[in-house]
């Protein structure tokens, strides 16, 4: 027996008829995971799959971020159809969502579906359980005010590892302590906002009717202005979204500045995960403090 024959299973039992694979055709993109459409008697599905010994619960927690996030917003999310493992290979069916062109209004109604999602509250920052980012483990302790949730479970945690591991001296770990007392004057105060939290460009799509899809989340509870300044870290988001979500859910004064401190935090992930020149990035952030 093999991952596909438990895949098989799944699927036959999910749609109660017997199920058979036709086709699996490899999909490029990604450095941690394994893709495939896979082409069955009971139509395509898109699947992931890795290491379950390297990655603990990956996919189990994808899913629930993808559920979550689901119905939440008019942006288009994958259907979770089933979450498992065989023996050390971990995998992750998915509806599979045909790809097409950007229709006319696409980053109107992106901008509309986001500020839709942000408008999702709760009376904690963070997260009833931990999930990923990237491959690191993010934690979503729950905390009542954003300065503590974004320093403590945020940037401490991805400073202490890059620190441990040798990837930052101790000017840069004073910077970010500098920096960490400015807080309370930074951001402005805001209500938890469900926000997807990996939002860069190769985590969004476009369906075969011309529509957002969000794909690959690590969800929790916080500051809404983290999703913009995603967007805008790697680029791929067209400058109508900024607009158009400021129409629907006008943002405090001073955001535009505020988008580099967020992305304090995935640029950190990036200094852990990859080293190089994203250390940079972040001294160049810091520098005033």
């Given amino acids: 027996m093999s991952w596909k024959n438990s895949l098989i299973e799944i699927l036959s039992k999910e749609y109660n008829i017997p199920i058979k694979i036709h086709d699996a055709t490899a999909v490029r993109g990604g450095?941690?995971?394994?893709?495939?459409?896979?082409?069955?008697?009971?139509?395509?599905?898109?699947?992931?799959?890795?290491?379950?010994?390297?990655y603990p619960k990956m996919f189990e927690l994808e899913?629930?971020?993808?559920?979550?996030?689901?119905?939440?917003?008019t942006?288009?999310?994958?259907?979770?159809?089933?979450?498992?493992?065989?023996?050390?290979?971990a995998f992750l069916i998915l509806e599979n969502i045909e790809s097409g062109k950007k229709g006319f209004d696409f980053w109107d109604h992106f901008a509309k579906g986001?500020?839709?999602?942000?408008?999702?509250?709760?009376?904690?920052?963070?997260?009833?359980?931990?999930?990923?980012?990237?491959?690191?483990?993010?934690?979503?302790?729950?905390h009542n005010n954003w300065i503590?949730?974004?320093?403590?479970?945020?940037?401490?945690?991805?400073?202490?590892?890059?620190?441990?591991n040798g990837r930052m001296g101790n000017a840069v770990v004073n910077s970010f302590e500098n920096f960490y007392r400015?807080?309370?004057?930074?951001?402005?105060?805001?209500?938890?906002a469900l926000i997807h939290g990996d939002l860069w460009g190769g985590n969004y799509m476009v369906d075969n009717q011309g529509e957002p899809v969000i794909i690959d989340p690590a969800v929790y509870y916080g500051h809404r202005e983290m999703d913009l300044a995603m967007t805008q870290l790697f680029g791929g988001f067209d400058i109508k979204l900024y607009e158009a979500y400021h129409a629907y859910f006008p943002l405090e004064k001073g955001w535009q500045e505020r988008m580099g401190y967020c992305n304090l935090y995935p640029l950190m992930v990036h200094v852990n995960l990859f080293g190089g020149g994203y250390l940079n990035s972040v001294q160049s952030i810091l520098r005033k403090f």
């Fill in 114 to 142: 986001l500020a839709q999602l942000h408008k999702n509250n709760v009376d904690y920052f963070g997260l009833d359980h931990d999930n990923y980012i990237g491959s690191l483990h993010q934690s979503n302790k729950k």
């Fill in 63 to 73: 899913a629930k971020g993808l559920q979550i996030l689901s119905g939440k917003s």
């Fill in 31 to 54: 450095s941690i995971n394994e893709s495939l459409t896979i082409s069955t008697s009971a139509g395509k599905f898109f699947v992931k799959k890795n290491s379950a010994s390297l």
């Fill in 148 to 164: 503590d949730f974004f320093r403590i479970e945020r940037l401490e945690k991805q400073v202490k590892l890059a620190r441990d």
């Fill in 75 to 89: 942006l288009k999310v994958p259907e979770v159809i089933a979450s498992s493992q065989f023996e050390n290979v």
């Fill in 182 to 192: 400015k807080l309370p004057d930074i951001f402005p105060v805001e209500p938890p």
